[in-house]
Protein backbone atom coordinates (compact mmCIF):
# COMPACT_ATOMS: atom_id res chain seq x y z
CA UNK A 1 0.00 0.00 0.00
CA UNK A 2 1.41 3.68 -1.08
CA UNK A 3 0.70 6.55 1.64
CA UNK A 4 -1.03 9.36 -0.71
CA UNK A 5 -0.87 12.61 0.61
CA UNK A 6 -5.08 12.40 0.58
CA UNK A 7 -4.79 10.12 3.40
CA UNK A 8 -1.99 11.53 5.42
CA UNK A 9 -3.36 14.91 5.65
CA UNK A 10 -6.76 13.15 7.44
CA UNK A 11 -3.86 11.20 9.84
CA UNK A 12 -2.39 15.25 10.36
CA UNK A 13 -6.10 16.52 10.71
CA UNK A 14 -6.92 13.59 13.00
CA UNK A 15 -4.07 13.25 15.29
CA UNK A 16 -3.81 17.35 15.61
CA UNK A 17 -6.87 17.26 17.58
CA UNK A 18 -4.48 15.49 20.47
CA UNK A 19 -1.41 16.80 20.56
CA UNK A 20 0.03 20.42 20.27
CA UNK A 21 3.54 19.64 18.25
CA UNK A 22 4.38 20.29 14.56
CA UNK A 23 3.94 17.19 12.90
CA UNK A 24 4.50 15.39 9.37
CA UNK A 25 4.09 12.57 7.36
CA UNK A 26 6.41 11.67 4.62
CA UNK A 27 6.42 8.88 1.64
CA UNK A 28 8.70 6.15 0.94
CA UNK A 29 10.88 8.95 -0.92
CA UNK A 30 11.64 11.17 1.83
CA UNK A 31 9.32 13.80 0.65
CA UNK A 32 6.81 15.35 2.84
CA UNK A 33 3.58 14.78 2.07
CA UNK A 34 1.23 16.39 4.60
CA UNK A 35 2.17 18.81 7.99
CA UNK A 36 0.96 20.52 10.32
CA UNK A 37 3.05 23.69 8.72
CA UNK A 38 1.80 23.70 5.35
CA UNK A 39 4.69 25.19 3.79
CA UNK A 40 6.87 21.98 5.09
CA UNK A 41 4.83 20.63 1.87
CA UNK A 42 6.59 19.00 -0.84
CA UNK A 43 10.18 19.81 0.77
CA UNK A 44 12.63 16.78 1.24
CA UNK A 45 13.35 15.67 4.19
CA UNK A 46 16.88 13.55 4.84
CA UNK A 47 16.27 12.63 8.16
CA UNK A 48 13.02 10.40 7.31
CA UNK A 49 14.91 8.96 4.05
CA UNK A 50 17.26 7.80 6.78
CA UNK A 51 14.84 6.03 8.58
CA UNK A 52 13.06 4.28 5.50
CA UNK A 53 16.10 3.01 5.19
CA UNK A 54 17.00 1.47 8.35
CA UNK A 55 13.78 1.00 9.73
CA UNK A 56 14.44 2.41 12.89
CA UNK A 57 13.09 5.62 14.73
CA UNK A 58 15.72 8.23 14.24
CA UNK A 59 16.25 11.40 17.27
CA UNK A 60 16.75 14.36 15.79
CA UNK A 61 19.04 17.03 17.54
CA UNK A 62 19.65 20.57 17.62
CA UNK A 63 22.90 19.69 16.55
CA UNK A 64 21.72 17.37 13.66
CA UNK A 65 19.00 19.37 12.41
CA UNK A 66 21.56 21.94 11.67
CA UNK A 67 23.41 20.14 9.06
CA UNK A 68 20.35 17.54 7.64
CA UNK A 69 18.27 18.67 4.61
CA UNK A 70 14.92 19.93 5.51
CA UNK A 71 14.92 18.89 8.91
CA UNK A 72 13.79 20.48 12.36
CA UNK A 73 14.63 19.10 16.17
CA UNK A 74 12.44 15.74 17.27
CA UNK A 75 11.69 12.44 16.41
CA UNK A 76 10.96 10.03 13.67
CA UNK A 77 9.62 6.94 13.26
CA UNK A 78 8.72 4.47 10.67
CA UNK A 79 5.24 3.81 9.90
CA UNK A 80 5.02 0.13 9.31
CA UNK A 81 1.76 -1.77 7.52
CA UNK A 82 2.04 -5.99 6.93
CA UNK A 83 5.68 -5.88 8.09
CA UNK A 84 6.69 -2.79 5.50
CA UNK A 85 7.92 0.60 5.88
CA UNK A 86 5.45 2.40 3.61
CA UNK A 87 6.33 6.22 5.31
CA UNK A 88 7.85 8.20 8.07
CA UNK A 89 5.75 10.26 11.29
CA UNK A 90 7.88 13.19 12.05
CA UNK A 91 6.67 15.32 15.57
CA UNK A 92 8.62 18.70 16.29
CA UNK A 93 9.93 19.31 19.50
CA UNK A 94 13.12 18.62 21.84
CA UNK A 95 13.42 14.49 21.58
CA UNK A 96 13.21 13.78 25.27
CA UNK A 97 10.32 15.83 25.74
CA UNK A 98 8.11 14.10 23.05
CA UNK A 99 9.55 10.41 23.31
CA UNK A 100 6.49 9.70 25.84
CA UNK A 101 4.03 10.05 23.62
CA UNK A 102 5.75 9.10 19.89
CA UNK A 103 5.46 5.60 19.67
CA UNK A 104 1.72 5.92 20.55
CA UNK A 105 1.60 8.13 18.05
CA UNK A 106 2.98 5.79 15.11
CA UNK A 107 0.58 3.02 16.78
CA UNK A 108 -2.10 5.12 16.20
CA UNK A 109 -1.30 6.25 13.11
CA UNK A 110 -0.81 2.53 12.02
CA UNK A 111 -3.99 1.72 13.15
CA UNK A 112 -5.60 4.61 10.77
CA UNK A 113 -3.83 3.61 8.00
CA UNK A 114 -5.12 0.19 7.91
CA UNK A 115 -8.52 1.09 8.64
CA UNK A 116 -8.47 3.07 5.48
CA UNK A 117 -6.82 0.00 3.63
CA UNK A 118 -9.94 -2.25 4.82
CA UNK A 119 -12.41 0.79 3.31
CA UNK A 120 -11.25 0.79 0.44
CA UNK A 121 -10.54 -3.07 0.20
CA UNK A 122 -14.48 -3.26 0.90
CA UNK A 123 -15.09 -0.78 -1.98
CA UNK A 124 -13.46 -2.61 -4.45
CA UNK A 125 -15.32 -5.22 -3.54
CA UNK A 126 -18.58 -3.17 -3.55
CA UNK A 127 -17.88 -2.14 -6.95
CA UNK A 128 -17.51 -5.86 -7.94
CA UNK A 129 -20.55 -6.84 -6.86
CA UNK A 130 -22.75 -3.29 -8.48
CA UNK A 131 -20.64 -4.51 -11.78
CA UNK A 132 -22.07 -8.02 -11.52
CA UNK A 133 -25.24 -7.24 -10.76
CA UNK A 134 -25.35 -4.49 -13.76
CA UNK A 135 -24.21 -7.36 -16.27
CA UNK A 136 -26.69 -9.38 -14.26
CA UNK A 137 -29.68 -7.39 -14.82
CA UNK A 138 -29.14 -6.61 -18.46
CA UNK A 139 -28.19 -10.74 -19.50
CA UNK A 140 -29.99 -12.05 -21.89
CA UNK A 141 -28.86 -15.44 -20.56
CA UNK A 142 -27.09 -16.79 -17.76
CA UNK A 143 -24.15 -19.15 -18.59
CA UNK A 144 -22.15 -21.83 -16.79
CA UNK A 145 -19.46 -18.64 -17.32
CA UNK A 146 -21.46 -16.19 -15.47
CA UNK A 147 -22.90 -18.51 -12.64
CA UNK A 148 -19.27 -19.51 -11.63
CA UNK A 149 -18.53 -15.32 -12.00
CA UNK A 150 -20.98 -15.33 -9.34
CA UNK A 151 -19.41 -17.99 -7.28
CA UNK A 152 -16.15 -16.32 -6.53
CA UNK A 153 -17.90 -13.07 -5.52
CA UNK A 154 -20.29 -15.17 -3.07
CA UNK A 155 -23.64 -15.16 -5.23
CA UNK A 156 -25.29 -17.76 -5.56
CA UNK A 157 -27.17 -18.02 -8.60
CA UNK A 158 -30.01 -20.41 -9.21
CA UNK A 159 -31.22 -19.78 -5.31
CA UNK A 160 -34.71 -18.34 -5.16
CA UNK A 161 -34.97 -14.69 -4.33
CA UNK A 162 -37.08 -11.94 -3.75
CA UNK A 163 -35.83 -8.63 -5.12
CA UNK A 164 -36.56 -4.88 -3.09
CA UNK A 165 -35.37 -1.66 -3.54
CA UNK A 166 -34.31 0.35 -0.17
CA UNK A 167 -34.45 4.34 -1.15
CA UNK A 168 -33.36 6.87 1.21
CA UNK A 169 -34.55 10.24 1.52
CA UNK A 170 -32.16 12.78 3.34
CA UNK A 171 -31.88 16.16 4.33
CA UNK A 172 -27.92 16.65 5.25
CA UNK A 173 -25.32 17.50 3.49
CA UNK A 174 -23.86 15.21 0.56
CA UNK A 175 -20.64 14.09 2.38
CA UNK A 176 -22.81 13.33 5.62
CA UNK A 177 -25.63 11.88 3.24
CA UNK A 178 -22.59 9.55 1.83
CA UNK A 179 -21.45 8.50 5.68
CA UNK A 180 -25.04 7.72 6.77
CA UNK A 181 -25.76 5.91 3.32
CA UNK A 182 -22.51 3.62 4.13
CA UNK A 183 -23.72 3.00 7.44
CA UNK A 184 -27.19 2.06 7.35
CA UNK A 185 -25.75 -0.42 4.46
CA UNK A 186 -23.05 -1.73 7.12
CA UNK A 187 -26.29 -2.24 9.59
CA UNK A 188 -28.53 -3.74 7.34
CA UNK A 189 -25.99 -5.80 5.71
CA UNK A 190 -25.23 -7.43 9.08
CA UNK A 191 -28.69 -8.60 9.76
CA UNK A 192 -29.41 -9.96 6.24
CA UNK A 193 -27.48 -13.63 7.03
CA UNK A 194 -27.93 -14.57 3.62
CA UNK A 195 -29.04 -11.94 1.74
CA UNK A 196 -27.09 -9.42 -0.72
CA UNK A 197 -27.49 -5.89 -0.74
CA UNK A 198 -25.79 -3.18 -3.19
CA UNK A 199 -25.77 0.34 -3.75
CA UNK A 200 -28.24 1.35 -6.77
CA UNK A 201 -27.35 4.94 -7.23
CA UNK A 202 -29.23 8.27 -5.99
CA UNK A 203 -29.36 6.96 -2.04
CA UNK A 204 -30.87 3.74 -3.21
CA UNK A 205 -29.77 0.03 -2.17
CA UNK A 206 -30.70 -3.25 -4.52
CA UNK A 207 -31.34 -6.11 -2.13
CA UNK A 208 -31.88 -9.81 -3.29
CA UNK A 209 -33.96 -11.49 -0.52
CA UNK A 210 -33.20 -15.24 0.09
CA UNK A 211 -36.62 -17.67 -0.07
CA UNK A 212 -35.38 -20.52 0.74
CA UNK A 213 -37.56 -20.58 3.27
CA UNK A 214 -40.49 -19.16 1.71
CA UNK A 215 -41.51 -16.50 4.28
CA UNK A 216 -44.35 -15.45 4.32
CA UNK A 217 -45.59 -11.96 2.90
CA UNK A 218 -46.55 -11.12 6.28
CA UNK A 219 -43.40 -11.90 8.03
CA UNK A 220 -41.18 -10.10 5.34
CA UNK A 221 -43.37 -7.04 5.71
CA UNK A 222 -42.81 -7.25 9.59
CA UNK A 223 -39.05 -7.61 8.57
CA UNK A 224 -38.92 -4.80 6.52
CA UNK A 225 -41.33 -2.73 9.14
CA UNK A 226 -38.44 -3.18 11.81
CA UNK A 227 -35.46 -2.65 9.64
CA UNK A 228 -37.51 0.67 8.39
CA UNK A 229 -38.26 1.71 11.77
CA UNK A 230 -34.45 1.45 12.91
CA UNK A 231 -33.14 3.26 10.59
CA UNK A 232 -35.69 6.06 10.87
CA UNK A 233 -35.36 6.56 14.39
CA UNK A 234 -31.44 6.54 14.66
CA UNK A 235 -31.09 8.77 11.20
CA UNK A 236 -32.13 11.69 10.21
CA UNK A 237 -33.72 9.31 6.83
CA UNK A 238 -37.15 8.26 5.17
CA UNK A 239 -37.23 5.33 4.17
CA UNK A 240 -39.37 3.73 1.11
CA UNK A 241 -39.08 0.09 0.51
CA UNK A 242 -40.40 -1.76 -2.49
CA UNK A 243 -40.64 -5.65 -3.10
CA UNK A 244 -40.93 -7.84 -5.77
CA UNK A 245 -44.08 -10.24 -6.77
CA UNK A 246 -41.50 -12.09 -8.98
CA UNK A 247 -38.87 -14.50 -7.87
CA UNK A 248 -35.28 -14.09 -9.21
CA UNK A 249 -33.39 -17.59 -9.74
CA UNK A 250 -31.14 -16.94 -12.71
CA UNK A 251 -33.00 -13.94 -14.66
CA UNK A 252 -33.25 -10.51 -12.57
CA UNK A 253 -34.77 -8.16 -14.91
CA UNK A 254 -38.79 -8.96 -14.33
CA UNK A 255 -38.45 -8.89 -10.54
CA UNK A 256 -36.13 -5.24 -10.68
CA UNK A 257 -38.78 -3.50 -12.75
CA UNK A 258 -41.47 -4.26 -10.32
CA UNK A 259 -39.31 -3.60 -7.54
CA UNK A 260 -38.54 -0.04 -8.81
CA UNK A 261 -42.29 0.29 -9.71
CA UNK A 262 -43.16 -0.78 -5.90
CA UNK A 263 -40.58 1.43 -4.75
CA UNK A 264 -42.18 4.69 -6.19
CA UNK A 265 -45.08 4.26 -5.05
CA UNK A 266 -43.72 3.87 -1.48
CA UNK A 267 -42.07 6.95 -1.89
CA UNK A 268 -45.82 8.44 -2.41
CA UNK A 269 -47.36 6.80 0.09
CA UNK A 270 -44.71 6.59 2.80
CA UNK A 271 -44.94 2.98 3.39
CA UNK A 272 -43.76 -0.55 2.32
CA UNK A 273 -44.85 -1.64 -0.98
CA UNK A 274 -45.31 -5.06 -2.46
CA UNK A 275 -45.92 -5.11 -5.89
CA UNK A 276 -48.68 -7.67 -5.87
CA UNK A 277 -50.46 -5.17 -4.05
CA UNK A 278 -50.57 -2.69 -6.97
CA UNK A 279 -53.80 -2.10 -8.44
CA UNK A 280 -54.67 1.78 -9.50
CA UNK A 281 -51.38 2.72 -8.11
CA UNK A 282 -50.05 0.38 -11.59
CA UNK A 283 -51.50 2.40 -14.09
CA UNK A 284 -50.85 5.73 -12.03
CA UNK A 285 -47.02 4.69 -12.30
CA UNK A 286 -47.22 4.17 -16.24
CA UNK A 287 -48.69 7.68 -17.14
CA UNK A 288 -45.88 10.37 -18.05
CA UNK A 289 -45.98 13.05 -15.77
CA UNK A 290 -47.31 15.96 -18.82
CA UNK A 291 -50.13 13.29 -19.15
CA UNK A 292 -50.63 13.38 -15.31
CA UNK A 293 -50.74 17.16 -14.69
CA UNK A 294 -53.36 17.68 -17.68
CA UNK A 295 -55.33 15.00 -16.01
CA UNK A 296 -55.15 16.73 -12.82
CA UNK A 297 -55.59 20.09 -14.76
CA UNK A 298 -58.98 19.02 -16.23
CA UNK A 299 -60.39 16.62 -12.63
CA UNK A 300 -59.37 19.45 -10.54
CA UNK A 301 -58.71 22.72 -12.43
CA UNK A 302 -61.57 24.48 -10.91
CA UNK A 303 -60.48 24.14 -6.89
CA UNK A 304 -56.60 23.39 -6.81
CA UNK A 305 -56.79 27.25 -5.50
CA UNK A 306 -59.26 26.07 -3.15
CA UNK A 307 -57.28 24.20 -0.03
CA UNK A 308 -60.42 24.12 2.08
CA UNK A 309 -62.42 22.07 -0.86
CA UNK A 310 -59.14 20.13 -2.09
CA UNK A 311 -58.54 19.11 2.05
CA UNK A 312 -62.49 18.22 1.99
CA UNK A 313 -62.33 16.24 -0.89
CA UNK A 314 -58.89 14.46 0.50
CA UNK A 315 -60.83 13.40 3.66
CA UNK A 316 -64.35 12.46 2.06
CA UNK A 317 -62.27 9.97 0.15
CA UNK A 318 -60.03 8.70 2.64
CA UNK A 319 -63.62 8.52 4.68
CA UNK A 320 -65.08 5.80 1.78
CA UNK A 321 -67.14 8.52 1.07
CA UNK A 322 -69.11 8.35 4.33
CA UNK A 323 -70.95 11.78 4.99
CA UNK A 324 -70.92 10.77 8.92
CA UNK A 325 -67.43 10.40 9.52
CA UNK A 326 -66.01 12.89 7.10
CA UNK A 327 -67.66 15.69 8.99
CA UNK A 328 -67.28 13.87 11.95
CA UNK A 329 -63.31 14.08 11.28
CA UNK A 330 -63.36 17.43 9.78
CA UNK A 331 -65.53 19.49 12.85
CA UNK A 332 -68.20 20.44 10.82
CA UNK A 333 -72.19 20.30 10.33
CA UNK A 334 -73.40 16.98 7.43
CA UNK A 335 -75.07 20.64 6.20
CA UNK A 336 -72.23 22.03 5.48
CA UNK A 337 -70.14 18.80 4.29
CA UNK A 338 -73.11 18.76 1.89
CA UNK A 339 -72.48 22.47 0.55
CA UNK A 340 -68.76 21.79 0.18
CA UNK A 341 -69.83 18.86 -2.09
CA UNK A 342 -71.78 20.58 -4.46
CA UNK A 343 -69.27 23.28 -4.57
CA UNK A 344 -67.04 21.14 -5.86
CA UNK A 345 -69.40 19.48 -8.23
CA UNK A 346 -70.41 23.25 -9.53
CA UNK A 347 -66.73 24.07 -10.02
CA UNK A 348 -65.74 21.42 -11.57
CA UNK A 349 -68.37 19.70 -13.33
CA UNK A 350 -67.51 16.23 -11.86
CA UNK A 351 -70.32 15.39 -9.61
CA UNK A 352 -68.42 13.28 -6.12
CA UNK A 353 -71.16 11.44 -5.26
CA UNK A 354 -71.21 9.57 -8.50
CA UNK A 355 -69.34 6.53 -9.68
CA UNK A 356 -67.76 8.57 -12.46
CA UNK A 357 -67.13 11.43 -10.56
CA UNK A 358 -65.34 9.17 -7.45
CA UNK A 359 -63.53 7.62 -10.23
CA UNK A 360 -62.35 10.57 -11.18
CA UNK A 361 -61.35 12.75 -8.18
CA UNK A 362 -59.43 9.43 -6.67
CA UNK A 363 -57.02 9.27 -9.72
CA UNK A 364 -56.78 13.11 -9.72
CA UNK A 365 -56.01 13.01 -6.29
CA UNK A 366 -53.67 9.95 -6.44
CA UNK A 367 -51.40 11.54 -9.22
CA UNK A 368 -51.25 14.94 -6.90
Known amino acids: MRLLPELASKIIDEVQTIIDEDLI???????????????????????????????RKYDITTEKAAVLKGVKPGINLPIFFEGKVIGVIGITGIPSHVEPYADLLRKMTELMIKE??????????????????????????VDDAFIRRGQMLGISLGSPYLCAFLQMDMKPSID????????????????????YM???????????????????????????????????????????????????TYQLDEAYREAVKATKVARAKGDIIFYDDLLMDLIVEEIDPETRREFIHR?????????????????????????????SVMHIHTNTLHYRLRQIKEMTDVDPKEAEGIALFYLALQMC
Open 25 to 55: IVNENGNIIASTDKDRVGSFHEGAKMVMQTE
Open 116 to 141: AYHIEQKEWEMRGLEAFFQEWLYAKE
Open 176 to 195: HQQRMQSEVMDLLKRRLSSD
Open 198 to 248: IRWGNGRFLLLKNQRNKNSKNFLHMTLKKWKAYVEENYPIYLSIGMSKSTV
Open 299 to 327: VLGGIEAEKELLATLKCYFNHRQSIKDTA
